[in-house]
């Protein structure tokens, strides 16, 4: 049977990697939602589709400084909401592929329940993460929306609590919908249960 695998969960949860690994192991082409919106942003008119062109990196000092963390939240699924029409054109269409990968922050479980009534070959995966220090290290360390030494730590400690914020809100959809969820792991045995989900 083909099998379709959407993965979601906040910023900095690790769902790239979990992709790009899953697709090495399991022989699958995978494609991420970051990829399908910047698609997406040279085909359509900015002010037919504003949540499509989030705030650029060129005022997201400003943007951050302005915004509360559930504002940045809803922001980001406000994106969400026309990324999808993207990633759904792919589960309609599904040329190139007849099994294949997608994930990111657009993979919402409202979205993903809505989708398994029209396809039984569809498989969610939500990854989460409840420590905020974890949240914070990678910030730290990487950035969200820009190197990390480029802008104050002030700002990424909005980034935390936005994340941190986003990651509540992926189990609490995920409990609404009873789609499956797997916390994030340090040692990698988080990608173990996430192969015997997909059948693996």
Known sequence: MNKIILIGGAPTIGKTYLANKLSRDIK???????????????????????????????????????HTPKEIMNDQNKESIVVWRG?????DDGYPWESYIVEGVAILPGFVYKAMDKSKCILPIFLYEDR?????????????????DKYS?????????????FNKFIKRETS????????YRDDGSHFKEIKLLCGF
Do not use: H
Request: charged share 35%; hydrophobic share 45%; aromatic share 10%.
């Open 153 to 165: 730590d002030k700002l990424k400690e909005k980034e935390v609590s936005w994340v941190a914020l």
């Open 28 to 66: 699958l082409p995978w494609i991420s939602t970051d990829i399908i919106r910047g698609l997406m942003q040279k085909v359509v008119r900015k002010e037919d589709y504003p949540a499509l062109f989030y705030p650029p990196m060129s005022i997201a000092k400003e943007y951050l400084e302005k």
């Open 176 to 183: 609404k919908y009873g789609l499956p969820i797997v916390r």
């Open 132 to 148: 905020e220090d974890r949240i914070r290290e990678v910030i730290f360390k990487r950035g969200l929306w820009d190197d990390a």
């Open 87 to 91: 990633v759904q054109g792919i589960l």
